[in-house]
């Protein structure tokens, strides 16, 4: 049993990360699942969708066949997200009603995976009042799921195995990717930022960069399989390359992606700190990197945004805000806001709204703060009631409607690309799919355009989404 250390989860070293490439294997000893299904539930960012692709992958090489029913599923995995206290509580109230599930058939799988694995506290609980969930395993070990499944199995007790190390690079893992046209491509795993009132750094060790050629190589095996976008993913993307490379970063890596002539090249998510002036340039210069950045400014006070360690003023990121605008043509904006941080004032507040007013982003993401165990912040005086911090967010989010609802607008009668993914869930006289700007577009059109690039005429916007037809 590997119980997780957050003290020993947060130690950084000078030791370098190993590439290991033969970790992974599926030995006929493992190929369990005939004629049974699995069941895999994914909570957060696409960080942990990316992970629930690679879990789908290792158990269909067991031999078990997906369901999209869990009271079909002879093994239930929860890939969690520990990142804010909803997304706790709704994993445990999962788990109640598995357990439910579980008095009609004891011989069910149980498994708990992702970030609040790596969680003291809520393995602490898994172990103590949970002793019917079979496996915990942790952010560094998914490739080892065959063998910490047959160990619960063969042995018949709880098996917790949870890695609280700076972390290594994994490589020749499988996917079963879920869309056949937009792939995300790990490019760098952890973070060292360590923003005080993040827990990410904890659960997902240290940064380290993977190889350029095993990028690209990837890039291109997904070129051939027919997948028009990818998302290069990490949890600072703009960072990549500085824990490997003494001169080689974010912006040679999004060149050397473009000139693999794949059709769109997204990324995410970036930290203000470290996207650079040739990065913007870059992405200007070349036609297949979409017109789209994701920016988590978090507050617009410098007093908060020092409390929260973000290393950067609000001037900073609106200068940044505007090299990006000015230089990216038609760029689309969004970003992340965290109200209620402990010691946010009514004027820190208000710093904030005047923010989104300068920038009136295409969309954010808004949060009111959750504080996380272990973290700084957790430790901060925090006078603000629960009632005026919901007032806030309400505040805001109309704010952002309304930018959101202008920005929409403007494209009323545009003629954009959109790359049709698949049949709409609202209405099936639709398809439905996104533009260079990563805006949701319901499409008049035939089955016979998915998977295509397409210019579509914008016939009706909405805060949210778009409707449009195709042209020629």
Known sequence: MLLPNMKEARKRTN???????????????????????????????????????????????????????????????????????????????????????????????????????????????????????????????????????????????????????????????PYKRENKYKAWVNIMYGCDKFCTYCIVPYTRGKQRSRKKEDIIAEVKQLINSGVKEITLLGQNVNAYGKDLYDNYGMEDLLYDVSQTNIDRIRFVTSHPWDFTGKMIDVIAENKNIMPFIHLPVQSGSDRILKLMGRRYTKEEYITLFNKIKSKIDNVSITTDIIVGFPGETREDFEETLNLVNECKYDLAYTFVYSPRENTPAAKLPDKTTEYEKKNRLAELNLLINKYALENNKKMLDQIVPVLIEGISEKDNNMLTGYTDTNKLVNVKATEDNIGKIVNVKITDVKTWSLNGEIVS
């Open 15 to 173: 030791v370098k990360p190993e590439f290991l490439y033969n970790e992974y294997n599926v030995n006929q000893n493992m190929k369990i699942g005939k004629n049974k299904k699995y069941f895999i539930k994914t909570y957060g960012c696409q960080m942990n969708e990316h992970d629930s692709e690679m879990l789908c992958a290792i158990l269909e090489e067991m031999l078990f066949t997906k369901t999209d029913v869990m009271e079909e599923a002879d093994i239930i995995l929860l890939n969690t997200c520990a990142i804010r206290e909803n997304a706790h509580n709704k994993v445990f109230g999962m788990l109640g009603r598995i357990k439910h599930l579980r008095e009609t058939k004891p011989n069910i799988i149980i498994g708990l995976c992702g970030c609040m694995a790596q969680e003291e506290i809520v393995v602490a609980d898994i172990n103590k009042k949970y002793k019917w969930v079979d496996i915990v395993f942790g952010t560094h070990n998914i490739h080892r799921l065959p063998n910490i499944l047959l160990e619960a199995i063969n042995k018949k007790q709880q098996e917790i195995e949870v890695l609280s190390n700076e972390g290594n690079v994994i490589e020749n893992l």
